[in-house]
């Protein structure tokens, strides 16, 4: 029994993403050279010699001039048959290629792309009031008969299912392969039972046993089950919700599964709000409160740590707990960190204009890290705002350097090479040594508010932020403390000598208005630098 099948974590999201990208291949346009395979030609040379003919007769310039209508007639008629000859093969090609973009190559069903013409269809049929039925099929074990077996073995199973299913589906029904060992049917006029029904029939056809080269094989699948209008009014969100029942019938036993809110809901929930999260951050939900940095050195605020905000329409103010695991779960790092430094370097770039320079650090997550795209597009945006590199710190977390070491450590030294900063968040929560992490092309070292926290009244708290902050310092990073709680912990820190606080202590994070505010109030002439 699957019940981890990474292959969902995609699939569905993939094929969301499909509907916004259904370009079809364009038109072959006729070229010089198809032209000469049309009877122009031909026309052209018996027109040449009935000219000739005509000229021959010596008729005189009646004659001539009847002999050239005649030649015009010809070489007209030769067009217009030629125009329809390449109509003909246009249409027949166009409609080839149509047919090719939507066939599935291997089983020659349709494909990803016809479900979700399909399913443009169904909708317009659930807007009449009629019911519409999809169910999700996935075979059982699929990748240990590729694995055990080879994949030749794989393919033609693979293409056995399709005639199977269709046995039990009525002219108007769809079926389709979404990919892998997943195939999907679209069936109208069906109640809850009807659905059913047919699911256990196409289950029951899977489960007759394949001849595949000489073998039997015998397979188990899963069906999962939505049915419209009584689900969803949109077809696309009855793959969806067929998709989560198909999870539950992989659970069960009993291998079809209809949609049940109460059981499946929190997937449901899940899909909503990571289309939700999509939503916002391409409609500028995301906005950034500024906690200050204060250098213990000169006393000053040169920097400010962007901590991201999502302005949900119904949920008021949403902090990043509830919605980072999620942005990384669904794949939405990449945009959303994108945004956060668009704002965060916009920011910047205001302050500056107003006579202040302050670094920005932005937290970054596992996924940008491993992303060979990251750095240029770090590059792409600090030249978008007139930002000096320097100005720029990423804060990253020590787990995150431990899963894909040697990527990360790639991606941040092509950073680090650009003159951007780095920074270990967080530090002492993960397992990593100080002297494996400063291996890395890193600048500052954050230590976790826990220990920061702790440090007045414990002597073992106390020698843990004595200690890393030596070790810090040997190695030639900035020492940062975050969790700045109180005047004795800062005090302490001061006489430590740490580099950095960062801390309700010091501020609150601040939307951007507030901090300039809060600046201004503590250095007014400070701020008069330009
Ligand atoms: P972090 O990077 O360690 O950020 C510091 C967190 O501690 C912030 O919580 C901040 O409000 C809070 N904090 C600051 N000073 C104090 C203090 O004195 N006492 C206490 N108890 N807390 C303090 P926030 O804003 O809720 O962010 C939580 C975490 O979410 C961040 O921890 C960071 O890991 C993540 N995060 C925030 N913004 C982003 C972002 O844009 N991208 C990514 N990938 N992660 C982000
Ligand atoms: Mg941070
Ligand atoms: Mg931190």
């Given at each position: 029994?699957r019940?981890?099948?990474?292959?969902?974590a995609?699939?569905?999201?993939?094929?969301?993403?499909?509907?916004?990208?259904r370009?079809?291949?364009?038109m072959?346009r006729?070229?010089?050279s198809?032209?000469?395979?049309?009877p122009?030609a031909?026309?052209?040379a018996?027109?040449?010699?009935?000219g000739?003919?005509?000229?021959?007769?010596?008729?005189?310039?009646?004659?001539?001039?009847?002999?050239?209508?005649m030649?015009g007639?010809?070489?007209?008629?030769?067009l217009?048959?030629t125009?329809a000859?390449?109509?003909?093969?246009?249409?027949?090609?166009l409609?080839?290629?149509?047919?090719?973009?939507?066939?599935?190559?291997?089983t020659?069903l349709?494909?990803?792309?016809s479900?979700?013409?399909?399913?443009a269809?169904?909708?317009?049929?659930?807007g009449?009031?009629?019911?519409?039925?999809?169910?999700?099929?996935?075979?059982d074990?699929?990748?240990?008969?590729?694995?055990?077996?080879?994949?030749?073995?794989?393919?033609?199973?693979l293409?056995?299912?399709?005639?199977?299913?269709?046995?039990?589906?009525?002219?108007g029904?769809?079926?389709?392969?979404?990919?892998?060992d997943?195939?999907?049917?679209l069936?109208?006029?069906?109640?809850?039972?009807?659905?059913?029904a047919?699911?256990?029939?196409?289950?029951a056809?899977?489960?007759?046993?394949?001849?595949?080269g000489?073998m039997?094989?015998?397979?188990?699948?899963?069906?999962g089950?939505?049915?419209?209008?009584?689900?969803?009014?949109s077809?696309?969100?009855?793959?969806?919700?067929a998709?989560?029942?198909?999870?539950s019938?992989?659970?069960?036993?009993?291998?079809?599964?209809?949609?049940?809110d109460?059981?499946?809901?929190?997937?449901?929930?899940?899909?909503e709000?990571?289309?939700?999260?999509r939503?916002?951050?391409?409609g500028?939900?995301?906005?950034?409160?500024?906690?200050?940095?204060?250098?213990l050195?000169?006393?000053?605020?040169?920097?400010?740590?962007?901590?991201?905000?999502?302005?949900?329409?119904?949920?008021?103010?949403?902090y990043?707990?509830?919605?980072?695991?999620?942005?990384?779960?669904?794949g939405?790092?990449?945009?959303?960190?994108?945004r956060?430094?668009?704002?965060?370097l916009a920011?910047?770039?205001?302050?500056?204009?107003?006579?202040?320079?302050?670094?920005v650090?932005?937290?970054?997550?596992p996924s940008?890290?491993v992303?060979?795209?990251?750095?240029?597009?770090?590059?792409?945006l600090?030249?978008?705002h007139?930002v000096?590199?320097g100005?720029?710190?990423?804060e990253?977390?020590?787990?995150?350097?431990?899963?894909d070491?040697d990527?990360a450590?790639g991606?941040?030294t092509?950073?680090?090479d650009?003159?951007?900063?780095?920074?270990?968040d967080?530090?002492?929560t993960?397992?990593?040594?100080?002297?494996?992490?400063a291996?890395?092309?890193?600048?500052?070292?954050?230590?976790?508010?826990?220990?920061?926290?702790?440090?007045?009244?414990?002597?073992?708290?106390?020698?843990?932020?004595?200690?890393?902050?030596?070790?810090a310092?040997?190695m030639?990073?900035?020492?940062?403390?975050?969790?700045?709680?109180d005047?004795?912990?800062?005090?302490?820190?001061t006489f430590?000598g740490?580099?950095?606080?960062?801390?309700y202590?010091?501020?609150?994070?601040?939307?951007p208005?507030?901090?300039?505010?809060?600046?201004?109030?503590?250095?007014?002439?400070?701020?008069?630098l330009?």
């Open positions: 029994m019940t981890n099948r990474p292959r969902h995609w699939g569905i999201d993939a094929l969301v993403r499909e509907v916004h990208r370009d079809l291949p364009a072959p006729p070229s010089w198809d032209l000469a395979r049309y122009l031909p026309a052209a018996v027109a040449v010699a009935l000739g003919i005509v000229r021959e007769a010596d008729g005189g310039p009646a004659m001539v001039l009847a002999g050239v209508v030649a007639v010809v070489m007209a008629g030769a217009v048959v125009g000859r390449l109509r003909a093969r246009d249409v027949a090609a409609a080839d290629s149509r047919r090719q973009a939507r066939t599935d190559e291997l020659g349709p494909n990803r792309r479900v979700f013409e399909a399913l269809a169904a909708d317009d049929r659930l009449a009031g009629e019911s519409v039925a999809v169910l999700v099929l996935d075979l074990r699929f990748k240990e008969v590729n694995n055990s077996l080879g994949h030749g073995v794989g393919d033609a199973l293409r056995q299912v399709g005639p199977r299913l269709a046995r039990e589906l009525r002219s029904d769809v079926l389709a392969r979404l990919g892998g997943e195939f999907v049917v069936a109208s006029d069906l109640d809850g039972e009807g659905a059913a047919l699911a256990a029939r196409l289950l056809e899977l489960r007759q046993p394949f001849g595949v000489g039997t094989l015998t397979v188990d699948a899963g069906v089950v939505a049915i419209g209008p009584v689900h969803s009014v077809a696309e969100e009855l793959l969806q919700l998709d989560l029942a198909l999870h019938a992989k659970a069960g036993r009993g291998g079809v599964a209809v949609y049940d109460e059981r499946d809901g929190s997937g449901r929930r899940r899909i709000a990571v289309e939700q999260l939503a916002g951050i391409a500028g939900q995301l906005v950034l409160h500024y906690q200050p940095k204060l250098d050195g000169t006393d000053e605020v040169e920097g400010v740590e962007a901590l991201v905000r999502w302005e949900h329409p119904t949920r008021g103010l949403v990043p707990d509830q919605f980072i695991g999620l942005a990384e779960s669904a939405l790092m990449a945009p959303m960190t994108t956060v430094i668009e704002l965060a920011q910047c770039r205001s302050w500056a204009d107003r006579g202040r320079w302050l670094t650090a932005v937290n970054v997550s940008n890290l992303d060979e795209q990251f750095p240029g597009e770090v590059a792409r600090l030249a978008a007139d000096p590199s100005v720029l710190v990423l990253v977390t020590e787990s995150i350097l431990m899963e070491r990527r450590v991606v941040l092509r950073l680090r650009a003159g951007v900063g780095v920074s270990i967080d530090y002492g993960g397992y990593s040594s100080l002297a494996y992490l291996t890395l092309p890193v600048t500052e070292l954050k230590l976790d508010r826990t220990f920061v926290g702790e440090m007045t009244g414990s002597l073992r708290a106390e020698s843990i932020v004595t200690s890393t902050l030596q070790l310092h040997a030639g990073l900035t020492f940062v403390a975050e969790g700045v709680e005047q004795a912990t800062l005090d302490t820190l430590l740490c580099d950095v606080v960062q801390g202590h010091v501020s609150r994070p601040l939307p208005e507030q901090l300039w505010a809060w600046l201004c109030e503590r250095a007014p002439e400070g701020i008069a330009a």
